[in-house]
């Protein structure tokens, strides 16, 4: 059964790791997809001619989604494209592990800026498309595990995503009046270009898939089905929700 036939779906920072698997899974479900992507063009085209071989349309629109103007464009391109936004997942995000006490600002400014600020703009640009269309939507925020507990060289990087998570509660509340479901998935520790290297010390890798009771790490595939759940009509009455895709990290205190 295809999910998304015949939906729209917009994804940022969708060439590598849980944005690309969601962009592809989309479009196995029969979604044209939009990919956001900020750096070199080589993954986002491949992973354009991934879902062209899927039989389904795709446009790769280049920026940075801390610039709200990038928001702008690539629904509007989105758009032109497709004739329309149904669903927007905003995962686009920056996690440079670095330790407290000697944080240098411009770390801090810039995953804000990234993870937090460009959530905000890419939303609040597919809500206003969804609203002059009239006939709902579904947005869904990849925030974190990290939304809930804390993490050493992580504390610019946990705030954003715990607001992240917020952010979707708030325009649950906003966006409920048009139809429009927000929603966030929790990913616990995937597999992905951003924390290869922090997973390349093999103790703390060791460390880490010991916590989580189905035994091995996440691969940004495992994100793929509960974004496409959450983004279908199969979870038409959820809104306001996080829904944790640890492999059960989060409840293993002991
Ligand atoms: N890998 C993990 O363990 C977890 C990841 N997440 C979140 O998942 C999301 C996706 O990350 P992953 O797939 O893991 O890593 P990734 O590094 O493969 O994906 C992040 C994507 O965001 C893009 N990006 C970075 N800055 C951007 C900008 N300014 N504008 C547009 N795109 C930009 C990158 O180019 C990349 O394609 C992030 O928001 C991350 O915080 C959440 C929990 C766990
Ligand atoms: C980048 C981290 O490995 C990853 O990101 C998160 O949000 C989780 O906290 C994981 O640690």
């Known amino acids: 059964m295809k999910l998304l036939e015949g939906k729209t779906v917009l994804i940022t920072g969708a060439s590598t790791g849980i944005g690309r698997a969601a962009a592809i899974g989309a479009a196995r479900h029969g979604a044209d997809v939009a990919l956001n992507y900020a750096h070199s063009d080589g993954p986002a085209q491949s992973c354009v001619a991934e879902i062209e071989a899927l039989g389904r349309r795709a446009l790769a629109v280049k920026g940075d989604v801390a610039d709200p103007e990038t928001a702008r464009d690539f629904v509007a391109k989105a758009v032109d494209a497709f004739g329309k936004v149904d669903v927007m997942v905003s995962n686009a995000g920056i996690c440079p592990f670095h330790s407290f006490l000697d944080m240098p600002a411009e770390v801090v400014e810039r995953t804000f800026r990234v993870n937090l600020h460009g959530a905000y703009y890419m939303v609040q640009?597919?809500?206003?498309?969804?609203?002059e269309q009239g006939h709902g939507g579904a947005i869904v925020a990849v925030s974190s595990i990290s939304a809930l507990v804390g993490g050493e060289f992580?504390?610019?990087?946990?705030?954003?995503?715990?607001?992240?998570?917020?952010?979707?509660?708030?325009?649950?509340?906003?966006?409920?009046?048009?139809?429009?479901?927000?929603?966030s998935v929790l990913p616990g520790t995937i597999l992905t270009e951003i924390n290869r290297d922090d997973l390349a010390d093999v103790e703390k890798r060791r460390y880490m898939e010991a916590r989580t009771p189905l035994g091995r790490l996440g691969q940004p595939e495992d994100l793929a089905g509960p974004i496409v759940f959450l983004a279908s009509d199969m979870a038409a009455y959820v809104t306001g929700a996080a829904l944790l895709v640890d492999g059960g990290m989060y409840v293993n205190l002991q």
């Open 154 to 183: 992580q504390t610019h990087y946990t705030p954003t995503k715990a607001g992240v998570h917020s952010l979707m509660q708030s325009t649950a509340i906003a966006l409920g009046k048009y139809g429009i479901r927000c929603n």
């Open 125 to 131: 640009a597919a809500a206003r498309q969804m609203v």
